[in-house]
Every structure is written in C-alpha cells, then in structure tokens.
C-alpha cells in the first residue's frame, strides 16, 4: 500500500535561510510557498524529479512547530507517504495497529492528508497524502 514517497519535511527556524540551503543543493526554486495555518508555519516546497523536499518555519512563536524546534532543534521533521486515498489508507493502517491522530484535512494547498500517531510510529512523525497531490 505505501509505494511511493510523497515529501520529506525538514523544519528549520528561518525559512529564508532554508529556502537558500536547498536552492544550493538542488539548483532550483521553491515550486510553491506559502502558510501553513494548521501549524502555525509557512512552508517551501521544492519539487525534485522523484520526491518533494519541503522546508518548513514557524510563524506563531507558541505553535506545534517552534515547540519542536525548540525540543528537537532544525532537521529532519516528518515524511510523506503519497496514496491513492487518504481514508482508505488510513483504514488499512488502522487495522494492523496504525492509527491516525485526526480525520484527513487539508493542510497546504489541496494537500489532504491524515498524520500517523507517534505511539504506532515508534515516534517518526509521518503522514498520508493523496499521491497526486501538487
């Protein structure tokens, strides 16, 4: 079920600063940027020809991210599993012990998607994603 790797998301306090770092590496410029409410962060994605690299910053000082940050420091964030259907994956998962943290939402974008619970992930923070999200 989980064939293809939508996103990898690595958090970082200064977002411009990010988007710089991941210019170099890639030779290329953010395919979209822009908030991410949820998380009280805006985000820039960089699209590679197998895989989306997504640089993520807080914008609220108080929200989930600056609280990673601060416990974790800059670095790798999360993963993302591209699917077909965001419920029914999370379903499937659900039955061998995977469960998900909430009900899909859109996040960025039209980007659906259904974050795993850490308990059943042995603390890897990773979601679901619809595959074809752009």
């Known amino acids: 079920m989980l064939t293809h790797l939508h ?18 590496l890639s030779g290329r410029e953010p395919a979209y940027r822009g ?17 989306n690299i997504e640089v993520v ?3 609220d000082p108080e929200g989930s991210l600056a609280t990673h940050l601060g416990l974790h420091g800059e670095g790798f964030f999360h993963l993302a599993f591209g699917v077909d259907n965001v419920d029914s994956a999370a379903a499937e998962l659900a039955g061998r012990g995977i ?17 795993l619970r ?11 994603i619809r595959r074809d999200a752009d």
């Not at 469960?99 to 974050?115: G, H, K, L, M």
């Not at 850490?118 to 679901?128: C, K, N, R, Y």
Request: charged share 25%; proline share 5%.
């Open 7 to 24: 996103h990898l998301a690595f958090a970082v306090h200064d977002l411009e600063q990010g988007i710089a770092l991941f210019r170099r």
């Open 99 to 115: 469960r998900t943290r909430s009900a899909p939402y859109v996040a960025f974008r039209d980007w659906e998607i259904a974050y």
């Open 57 to 59: 910053a807080p914008t």
């Open 35 to 51: 908030p991410v409410t949820t998380r009280g962060a805006e985000v820039a994605v960089f699209k590679l020809d197998n895989v």
């Open 118 to 128: 850490g308990e059943d992930t042995d603390g890897i923070a990773m979601h679901l």
